[in-house]
């Protein structure tokens, strides 16, 4: 009985096996291979060395979508539109794309405007029909797109969301005549109001479909033609997981599925040590993501972009910066020294890595202040290069005329800088202070910088997870199937009744428990919540608030819509509400995966693997490195220490502590 | 001095932009009117001691480009009487201010009793009193109509708040609750300020502080010299206009624009601008001035930061009294127009300058377009407020961009939601999609306007429309042609047209259940010869509909085939036919009638042989445009005169200026393209 947590990444593919007979995991990482993810999966299920038929379960995360939307290699899309709006989505919201800039442009469109067909039809906002469909419009409007030689075809109505049978019927009509085309209905994909971002959710939906269909299709017959029969599910930007044949249907739901596994992981990690305000920091190779966790609940958001596209899907709300392990030091054209967003990737990658980089990296900015141990594999197979490491932040140091040392320091502080903007934005700018918070370290590069960032915001404690390297993976086990359900209805909250409101909550829980039911979960294992998008009537941006769940009258939930919205605005106010959208969120539990205790080594000596001379600020202090697997349990360490593992380097400086729990866990405290 | 590292540099740089984000986020957690934290119309700044910009954010650079202008005024009216615990308020034009709904609060900063820093957050407060709410009206003849006008005031005196006068201000706005929330907003932001900046100051030091500061300042400044100095040395010059309806119909005001690079140093004069006028067509010189950094940073640097160091090398000249540089009593509120209108004078003396850096003309207007009245199914007043963006200018490298707010409105939404409007108001958006054939022609077309029905379901309402551009359009550069102008009008239920006497103004006009009103942003203009552009180019835009058969093959001189191809070989015959049917006539110097004055109004005279002007398919008064192939063309209106000789313009030295031509030089005359107001593509 074995389960796999398997997450693919640019460089490595990671996975993470837990044998749920001895509650034993192990993390390993092999390659990817971006011609074909499929194949490096395999690959890492090989080289467990595990018995096919023992696997029961595999999460995964993946990056197809994100990929694919993202370098803009999608399908070839048609739309199908409402008669006098085929340009909703070329022209958006009418924002600037860059600000001071004569030269802004709009991004490459998802779709060609002579592929958006527009059709007679048209509802009011009541959902009434004000012109029928024309029917035979939709099927001159599909021969067009054929002839075009579209691979994938969006319907787009306005109003959908609250009546949906003209794109259901445009729909089918697609459906016979392109045959094979991936159809995705905007009031399916995401029946909320407001056309522009649902159909721009809509139009990446079918963008991206073709190809993670494609991807999951054959990485299912590959599955099937070693011998795996396990079941395959997929991580949703929602922090669930989905089934492969649901998340094929909407794939626009996936783009977060990386870094979402990473924030599941911390959720479990974090309940496990009764942790309930934490912050991720999962620092990688070319970005830093970060995302806000309070009182065990997920931040969550619906107006999260991929790349200039809103995507309205429910999703973790995740801030990312560009910056990151890979990240390039640099004087910009007005000679302003830079830390990212440009990257030296994977090739040459930084200068250390002895691949012909010659520009300093953020890396490279650790092996020369000695947080690396020379000779100790980065990231597995890759030989460390003092000197090139060296030579390439020395060079930036004479423009700037400062020595080796100090350069590299303050490539460090400008890169923390950086990151620690990007956690300020989901505290500090929410009106949290992120001093009420722990911090979660992982990924490559994250306990590298940990406790910089905790200095700069004042946080005390930081968490740097059992396999921070492999962390995201091993949410991928831990996680839920969620399914978000919501239906947009504006009600005046004066003159709604709960069971007005019951009645538009229940077919979306009954199709809850029915998507649930078929993902094999039974009743006693389903956790159905429901929410409601509310605001003071005239305001044009809602606030996602739980419904009470024992409300007895309207203004219960009135009470708790005031009590929300002054904690998130810092002030009362008056006025008639209303709601907008009902939400049902469904969760399907999975078998936890708990970390197993550890046993820990006998003595902090036996772990002191070495000493060495490492930078601290201005000083040069002879520090200790320790080996992670070797320390014992809840025996502090005082810094400066550094504590090494396969694929994580944690940096405990001057003014902290360190001790290892009894799961694993590395926890960082800041001395008063 | 310099012994600040350049790291430490950096790391207090991103500290001190930070306390200003979070100033944002401060203010857009705690106001209480829609305005600010929906449309996010504030902005918010830091300044030094000597009230120069140290650091701002994502904020709206109409607002914010102008602040230095109040916090120097203000320091100037009471900087020697400011203690700890003073708060000053201000919200005067006439005093560094922009129009009176942008109020300011300034929040002087002490180290000691030295005085540091000033935080300050300007505001769009949704109405400061005045005839109408809202308080902007486009038929202001005085500022008293505008609302209530505060000079510089300390609301709060050594910690105290001065409570009648916060009464008196109160007292005369609308909905006072909100007024005040919008003022602790301000004030809570700035405190928030006060706070990281002492966390700062405590971190590094003062000294250390204010030491990057002034880097930061010099630094920007330096590298706006280094802009300024590849220009090449000259005096530029450029006129444009504003529009006004007088009792003769069109009275066009003239804008003219003298600008002189020299060496690292650039000046821009406004001087024979036209005088102010009592109708809401004047700004401010914190306005016109800020317009003219805007373009400039926009064009020549718009990687970096803002900061008031990039202003340094900059000399704005704008006499009292014009639209301009607003005086008492003239009403002020045209903040958008004159913004609008300074850029498009600015792109056109610097397309002579340095054409590979700027576009052809933005969309020349901020277009205010206001359906209102009572929804008879709720027995509620409503009020539909539009601001749709238009087309952008082409540039060097690629089409101008279309529907998209202009290089003025940092990060503002233009187009609003059609599903949230008809849930909302009695309204019916029947169609909303560019506009064929709106962008500017051009080797790189300008961007097109936006094309809008939107017919009344039920009652009836009134109709406003506060612009500018109805009557000159969007010009292009290089060659490139006009974008489409600014245009409004009424479908009535039997399809008869009710098109407005002055065209892009439109007071409270009546509209009943059924009527349908078309609303027309401007185009952007075109970059270069339209007979440039590429074939293929030309069939795609045809295919996707942004460009028709007819302009394809009359003004790009692509003729395609009946599948959408090019058809080549006839597209080389009608190009080179059109080539040689453009008229040309050369510069005659003579400064005689450069102009046909009247009252404040003033327009530019092409005095043209009769001959000409017939072959040119001109008459009278019709409005055309000399080109010389470079630059930005020169708009004038043509007025037979025998006494030219055939194939002569006689042209002020002005006039030669704007077009870079010397005497005798030969220009492309051409009618100004102005499409038919009653075709809405």
Not at chain 1, 538 to 567: H, K, S, V, W
Not at chain 2, 3 to 25: C, F, Q
Not at chain 2, 98 to 127: C, K, S
Not at chain 2, 590 to 616: M, W
Request: contains cysteine; glycine residues 10%; negative net charge.
């Amino acid at each position: 009985m074995i389960t796999l947590g398997i997450d693919v990444g640019g460089t490595f593919t990671d996975l993470v096996l837990r044998d749920s007979v001895t509650g034993t995991m192990r993390a390993l990482k092999t390659p990817s291979t971006p011609s074909n993810h499929a194949e490096g999966v395999m690959n890492a299920i090989r080289s467990t060395g595990v018995a096919p038929s023992e696997i029961t379960a595999i999460g995964h995360g993946m990056t197809v979508a994100t990929n694919t939307a993202l370098e803009m290699n999608g399908a070839r899309l048609g739309i199908i539109t409402t008669r006098g709006f085929r340009d909703v989505l070329v022209i958006g919201r009418g924002n600037r794309t860059k600000l001071y800039d004569i030269k802004a442009t709009r991004p490459e469109p998802l779709v060609e405007r002579r592929n958006i067909v527009e059709v007679d039809g048209r509802l009011t906002a009541a959902g009434e029909v004000h012109l029928a469909l024309d029917e035979d419009q939709v099927k001159l409007a599909c021969n067009t797109l054929a002839e075009a030689g579209v691979e994938a075809v969006a319907i787009c109505f306005l109003h959908s969301y609250i009546n949906p049978e003209h794109e259901r019927r445009a729909g089918e009509i697609a459906r016979v005549a392109l045959p094979g085309i991936p159809v995705s209905l905007s009031s399916d994909v995401l029946p909320e109001y407001r056309e522009f971002e649902r159909f721009s959710t809509t139009a990446l939906n079918a963008y991206v479909a073709p190809r993670v269909g494609r991807y999951l299709r054959s990485l299912a017959d590959e599955l099937v033609a070693e011998g795996v029969t396990a079941p395959l599910s997929v991580m949703g930007s929602n922090g669930g997981t989905w089934s492969a044949a649901a998340m094929a249907e909407r794939p626009v739901n996936s783009m977060l599925s990386g870094p979402a596994g990473g924030v599941t992981a911390a959720v479990a990690v974090a309940s496990m040590l009764s942790e309930n305000n934490i912050i991720t920091y999962d620092m990688g190779g070319t970005s830093t993501d970060a995302a806000l966790i309070r009182g065990s609940t997920l931040a969550m958001t619906t107006e999260a972009k991929v790349g200039m596209w809103p995507n309205r899907a429910p999703q973790i709300e995740i801030n990312t910066v560009g910056a990151g392990g890979g990240s390039l030091a640099y004087l910009d054209a007005g000679r302003f020294l830079r830390v990212g967003p440009r990257s030296a990737g994977a090739e040459p990658g930084p200068a250390c890595y002895g691949k012909g980089g010659t520009e300093p990296t953020v890396t490279d900015a650790n092996v020369v202040l000695g947080r690396f141990l020379p000779g100790h594999a980065l990231g597995g197979t890759i030989e460390l290069n003092v000197d090139a490491a060296r030579a390439a932040v020395a060079s930036l140091g004479n423009e700037l005329d400062l020595d080796p040392e100090r350069t590299a320091d303050g490539i460090i502080r400008l890169a923390v800088a950086r990151m620690t903007a990007t956690v300020k934005e989901i505290s500090v700018m929410r009106g949290l202070d992120p001093r009420d918070f722990t911090l979660f370290a992982y990924g490559g590069a994250g306990p590298l910088h940990a406790a910089l960032i905790a200095e700069e915001l004042g946080m005390r404690r930081i968490v740097v997870p059992t396999m921070p390297g492999n962390f995201s993976a091993y949410g991928l086990l831990a996680a839920n199937t969620r399914h978000d359900l919501a239906r947009t209805r504006l009600m005046p909250l004066a003159q709604a009744t709960l069971a007005e409101i019951e009645a538009e909550l229940a077919p979306l829980r009954a199709e809850a428990n029915e998507r649930l039911a078929a993902d094999g979960f039974t009743s006693d294992h389903i956790q159905i919540s429901c929410l409601a998008d509310m605001r003071f009537a005239g305001q044009a941006f809602e606030l996602t608030i739980a419904l009470p769940e024992n409300a007895e009258t309207i203004e219960d939930i009135a009470t708790a819509f005031r009590r929300d919205y002054e904690e998130r605005y810092s002030h009362a106010d008056e006025g008639a509400i209303e709601i907008v959208c009902l939400r049902v969120i469904a969760i399907g539990e999975s078998e936890p995966a708990p970390l197993p205790d550890v046993q820990g080594g006998e003595t902090l000596k036996a772990a002191l693997m070495v000493h060495r001379p490492v930078r601290f600020g201005d000083a040069t202090v002879n520090c200790p490195i320790y080996s992670r697997t070797a320390l014992p349990l809840e025996t502090p360490i005082t810094g400066p220490a550094i504590i090494e593992e396969d694929g994580a380097t944690t940096v405990v400086p001057p003014g902290f502590s360190a001790h290892i729990e009894r799961h694993g866990n590395l926890i960082l405290e800041r001395e008063a | 001095m310099s012994d600040i590292d350049p790291i430490t540099l950096e790391v207090v740089t991103e500290g001190l932009i930070s306390v200003v984000r979070e100033m944002r986020a401060t203010v857009f957690r705690t106001a209480r009117s829609v305005a600010i934290y929906e449309a996010r119309d504030f902005s918010c700044g830091l300044f030094d001691a000597g009230g120069q910009v140290v650091a701002q954010s994502e904020d709206i650079g109409s607002h914010v480009v102008p602040l230095p202008w109040s916090v120097e005024q203000s320091l100037a009216e009471l900087g020697d009487d400011l203690s700890p615990g003073d708060v000053i308020l201000m919200n005067d034009p006439y005093r560094g201010g922009t129009h009176l709904n942008d109020v300011t609060i300034i929040y002087p900063i002490f180290d000691g009793d030295r005085l540091v820093f000033f935080p300050a957050v300007r505001e769009h407060w949704a109405d400061v009193g005045g005839a109408v709410p809202g308080s902007m009206s486009g038929t202001a003849s005085e500022i008293y109509q505008e609302g209530i006008r505060i000079p510089p005031v300390k609301i709060i005196e050594k910690g105290v708040l001065n409570a009648p006068l916060m009464e008196v201000l109160l007292s005369n706005m609308r909905v006072r609750e909100e007024r005040l929330g919008d003022f602790n907003s301000s004030l809570a932001a700035c405190r928030t300020a006060e706070r990281r900046l002492a966390e700062l100051t405590d971190r590094y030091g003062l000294d250390t502080l204010l030491a990057c500061v002034e880097l930061n300042l010099t630094r920007s400044e330096r590298r706006m010299r280094e802009k300024i100095e590849l220009l090449p040395d000259g005096e530029y010059y450029y006129e444009d206009y504003l529009e006004t309806f007088g009792p003769k119909g069109f009275e066009p005001l003239l804008l003219p624009l003298a600008l002189t690079i020299r060496g690292d140093e650039l000046t821009a004069d406004f001087t024979g601008v036209s005088p102010q006028v009592p109708v809401p067509v004047n700004s401010t010189l914190a306005v016109t001035a800020a317009s003219v950094f805007i373009t400039l940073k926009s064009a020549l640097d718009p990687e970096q930061a803002l900061n008031h160091g990039s202003f340094r090398p900059v000399e704005v000249i704008a006499p009292e009294g014009t639209i301009v540089n607003v005086t008492h009593p003239a009403p002020a509120g045209s903040h958008g127009e004159i913004r609008k209108r300074v850029i498009a004078c600015m792109l056109g003396a610097l397309a002579r300058a340095c054409p590979d850096l700027v576009s052809g003309d933005i969309h020349r207007t901020s277009f205010h377009n206001l359906i209102g009245g009572v929804d008879p199914a709720t027995g509620k007043e409503f009020v539909h407020y539009e601001w749709s963006s238009g087309g952008n200018g082409g540039f060097l490298e690629a089409d101008g961009p279309s529907a998209m707010a202009a290089i003025d409105w940092g990060d503002l939404s233009t187009a609003q939601p059609t599903e949230v409007l008809e849930s909302r108001f009695p309204l019916h958006i029947e169609w909303s999609r560019q506009g064929t054939d709106s962008g500017g022609p051009g080797r790189n077309r300008g961007g097109l306007g936006m094309r809008r029905a939107l017919k009344l379901t039920r009652g009836v309402a009134k109709y406003s429309l506060l612009s500018d551009g109805a009557m000159m359009p969007p010009f292009g550069i290089l060659g490139g042609e006009s974008g489409a102008p600014v245009n409004s009008f009424v479908i009535h239920p039997d399809n008869s047209e009710h098109h407005f006497a002055s065209p892009g103004k439109v007071g409270g006009h009546t509209l009943q259940a059924g009527d349908t009103v078309i609303l027309q942003s401007a185009g952007g203009g075109g970059y270069g010869d339209p007979l440039e552009r590429e074939v293929e180019r030309v069939a795609d835009d045809v295919a996707d509909g942004l460009v028709s058969r007819g302009t394809a093959r009359n003004v790009y001189g692509v003729i395609l085939t009946t599948d959408g191809f090019a058809d080549l070989e006839a597209t080389k015959v009608q190009r080179d036919q059109l080539r040689a049917a453009r008229i040309t006539v050369s510069a005659v110097e003579d400064d005689t009638d450069a102009y046909t004055p009247s009252g404040p109004s003033k327009k530019r005279v092409l005095r043209l042989n009769p001959e000409d002007i017939k072959h040119a398919g001109l008459v009278d008064g019709d409005r055309a445009e000399l080109l010389i192939g470079d630059g930005a063309p020169l708009r004038g209106w043509v007025r037979p005169d025998a006494t030219v000789a055939a194939g002569r313009v006689p042209l002020d030295p002005l006039g030669c200026r704007a077009l870079g031509a010397d005497a005798s030089a030969s220009l492309i005359l051409r009618p100004l393209l102005v499409p038919d107001p009653g075709s809405i593509g």
